[in-house]
């Protein structure tokens, strides 16, 4: 066998490893790395009214919720479950709405996880 034929051998069979580990690697049945929890978009608050926008996929059953529980925070998170199948590849917007009792402008909000969620301030409006 030629030295061309070997070398060409090598990159076609180099090629197709790279190209099923990266298969492998977008693939929802096999986890490689634990994967990154999701994060809101967009989130407004009032002090009354929180206004979390976040993106999700065809095929996706989003959840998003709130926890008022902890006196001094407002807790929130975003539950995404993804349906097995093939799936258009479009991106969708949500928007979730919840009423918050009992705090104010200044109440931390954060991820179920503890990092921060930066919200955009906007005060009640009187009418």
């Known amino acids: 066998m030629s030295r061309r034929a070997l070398v060409l051998i090598l990159l076609l069979?180099?090629?197709?490893?790279?190209?099923?580990?990266g298969w492998l690697r977008a693939s929802d049945r096999i986890q490689i790395a634990e994967d990154k929890p999701q994060r809101f978009e967009s989130c407004t608050f009032d002090g009354q009214q929180l206004v979390l926008g976040?993106?999700?996929g065809v095929g996706e059953l989003t959840a998003p919720t709130v926890d008022q529980r902890p006196d001094d925070k407002i807790v929130v998170?975003?539950?995404?479950?993804?349906?097995?199948?093939?799936?258009?590849?479009?991106?969708?917007?949500?928007?979730?709405?919840f009423t918050i009792h009992g705090s104010d402008l200044d109440t931390p909000i954060e991820y179920a996880d503890g990092a921060h969620l930066d919200c955009d301030r906007v005060p009640p409006q009187r009418s």
Request: hydrophobic share 50%.
């Open 77 to 97: 998170s975003l539950e995404t479950e993804v349906d097995d199948g093939m799936h258009i590849l479009i991106g969708l917007l949500g928007r979730a709405e």
């Open 13 to 21: 069979t180099l090629a197709l490893l790279i190209t099923t580990v």
């Open 54 to 56: 976040y993106m999700y």
